[in-house]
């Protein structure tokens, strides 16, 4: 377990959640701001991805686990971004949609903030959303993030406005 919070603990993804994580990646609506659902192939990847920043940080997108049913829920954590001209620390996550406007996302947020700061030791965290992510900008607002600056990211051939909300320590 890597944090834990009221309700809900986090753990490292690993392969035996490849099904749980295809109900969120393979959702057209929750995947919106990706330009749609992936592919099994796709889910693959993100998991592989998430896997190897565990070995290269010991950090990457969690596994969020609801307490009360020990079900996946979704994913948070704390991540390396290409934003600009540099790498910035990220917090991301991505929630089942069945799960949306019960405050996990800004429970699940709030403590990788806190374990950027006491265990990074870092001085400053952001979250990177699309313009259009009305619901991730507040959760960062939840987080004490404001935003800062914007950039646009290409992602499968569309030009996709981006703003980085940041907090400091």
């Excluded at 896997?51 to 049913?69: C, H, N, P, Q, S």
């Excluded at 799960?99 to 006491?118: L, N, S």
């Amino acid at each position: 377990m890597m944090l834990e919070t009221e309700r809900l603990y986090f753990r490292e993804l690993n392969q035996k959640d490849f099904a749980s994580l295809c109900k969120i990646l393979q959702d057209e609506e929750t995947m919106y701001a990706y330009e749609g659902a992936f592919s099994d192939d796709e889910v693959q990847e993100w998991l592989d991805r998430q896997i190897a920043r565990y070995r290269k940080w010991g950090f990457g997108l969690w596994a969020v686990i609801l307490k009360e049913t020990d079900e996946l829920i979704g994913q948070c954590g704390l991540t390396m971004q290409p934003w600009k001209n540099e790498e910035v620390l990220e917090i991301g996550y991505l929630f089942n949609r069945q799960y949306w406007h019960k405050g996990y996302a800004a429970e699940a947020a709030i403590a990788c903030k806190k374990y950027a700061f006491e265990k990074l030791n870092t001085d400053e965290v952001c979250s990177i959303i699309r313009d259009t992510n009305t619901a991730s900008r507040n959760v960062a607002r939840r987080n004490g993030m404001i935003k800062t600056d914007s950039w646009v990211k290409h992602y499968k051939g569309v030009d996709m406005p981006h703003d980085r909300f940041v907090v400091k320590r």
